[in-house]
Each structure stands twice: as C-alpha cells, then as structure tokens.
C-alpha cells in the first residue's frame, strides 16, 4: 500500500530500494527555506544495517502489512525451535538466527507471535516479561544500601542480569526479554 512521504512513523515497515526496512526514528523538518520533509531512519530487517532517508510530502512509499500468527513454542531439535501454529496446527522449525537473541527465553508452551512477510519469516516476539530463577548471585553484604545498588546474577537459562541485592540463590524473578532488565520478585 502506498502512503504519503510525511506519513511514515516510528515502527512502520516499508519496501525502499528493493529491501524491506523497519522505521527507527521519525522526525518532521521543516526547514526555513525549502519544503518540509520527513527525516527517517530506517534498519534493514535482514541484515540490521541503517539508512537515513528524506522522505518530501509528494513522494510515495511502499507500506508493508505483515502476517502475524501465535504459535506454541514445543521444543528445541538440537539447533531448530520448533513452533506450532494455535490456528491449524502446522508445525515449522527456525533457526536460532530466526528467532532472535530473545531465544534464551523460550520456555516449552509459550505462545509467541511470529510475523511473516511472502511466507517468509521476520520477526518471532515473545511476551514482554517472563519469569525466571537466579541461581548465581552474590551473597548480601550488610551496609549495603538498596538505594541504587544492583549486583550480577546469573538466571537459569544462562543469561547474566543485575538485580537489587536483596534477590539471592532461588529466588524466582520477572525479566524484560527486549533488553534482559529486572523488572520484579516473582510473585
């Protein structure tokens, strides 16, 4: 679908220059002299590398739609995640490149959401949070204060975090699988 150049926004997918990028940045520029144009920053889906464009008011741009289904997480073959769609019941395998460094994360039964453009797949999201346990950390020190201290952990699938001091060995947490921060104790 064709859309205005000054209707691109932050998280938008466009086809441009025969590749398909994600839309990082956005701003409107309206300079003294001149017409107004939007100045875009936009990341290769494939490759990560990042362009900026100028996109003018009259120029057109290729707006991509994607298809996105939930799939179950059923297990990892060796180096192949296999996931099966909620809708029919197909399975499909992915590399660990597919999937993505949130991969650490899968559990058996997650529902995730991949995303498919011509068949091909994009991206594969896990939930925001999931919930895991520490099981290497240093012991607390007495004196330390909670304020803005946090020390090294080590989660049960291998993944190194900080966490605030009171966390120790077996304690079950809540962690944001984009940028691998600690966001609770696990209730």
Same mark, same amino acid.
């Given at each position: 679908?064709?859309?205005?150049?000054?209707?691109?926004?932050?998280?938008?997918?466009?086809?441009h220059?025969?590749?398909?990028?994600?839309?990082?940045?956005?701003?409107?520029v309206k300079?003294g002299?001149?017409?107004?144009?939007?100045q875009?920053?936009?990341?290769?889906?494939?490759?990560?590398?990042?362009?900026?464009?100028?996109?003018?008011?009259?120029?057109?741009?290729?707006?991509?739609?994607l298809?996105?289904?939930?799939?179950?997480?059923?297990?990892?073959?060796?180096?192949?995640?296999?996931?099966?769609?909620?809708?029919?019941?197909?399975? @499909? $395998?992915?590399? *660990?490149?597919? =999937?993505?460094?949130? &991969?650490?994360?899968?559990k058996?039964? #997650?529902? !995730?959401? @991949? $995303?498919?453009? *011509?068949?091909? =797949?994009?991206?594969? &999201?896990l939930?925001d949070?999931?919930? #895991?346990? !520490?099981?290497?950390?240093?012991?607390?020190?007495?004196?330390q204060?909670? &304020?803005?201290s946090?020390?090294?952990?080590?989660?049960?699938n291998?993944?190194r975090?900080?966490?605030?001091?009171?966390i120790?060995?077996?304690?079950?947490?809540?962690?944001?699988?984009?940028?691998?921060?600690?966001?609770?104790?696990?209730?």
């Open positions: 679908m064709k859309i205005d150049g000054n209707a691109v926004r932050i998280g938008m997918l466009l086809e220059k025969s590749r398909l990028w994600s839309v990082v940045k956005a701003q409107h300079p002299k001149g017409g107004a144009y939007m875009v920053e936009l990341k290769d889906i494939k490759s990560g590398s990042k362009l900026n464009e100028r996109f003018r008011a009259g120029e057109s741009v290729e707006r991509i739609h298809d996105e289904n939930e799939f179950q997480f059923l297990y990892k073959d060796g180096v192949n995640f296999i996931f099966m769609n909620n809708g029919n019941f197909e399975q @499909i $395998s992915l590399s *660990e490149d597919q =999937v993505g460094p949130s &991969a650490a994360y899968l058996e039964n #997650m529902n !995730v959401l @991949i $995303s498919f453009y *011509e068949g091909e =797949v994009i991206s594969v &999201a939930p949070t999931v919930v #895991m346990e !520490v099981v290497e950390t240093e012991p607390v020190v007495k004196g204060t909670a &304020a803005s946090y020390k090294p952990a080590v989660l049960d291998g993944v975090i900080m966490v605030p001091p009171h120790e060995i077996g304690t079950k947490v809540v962690v944001n699988t984009n940028d691998d921060s600690y966001v609770e104790r696990a209730k």
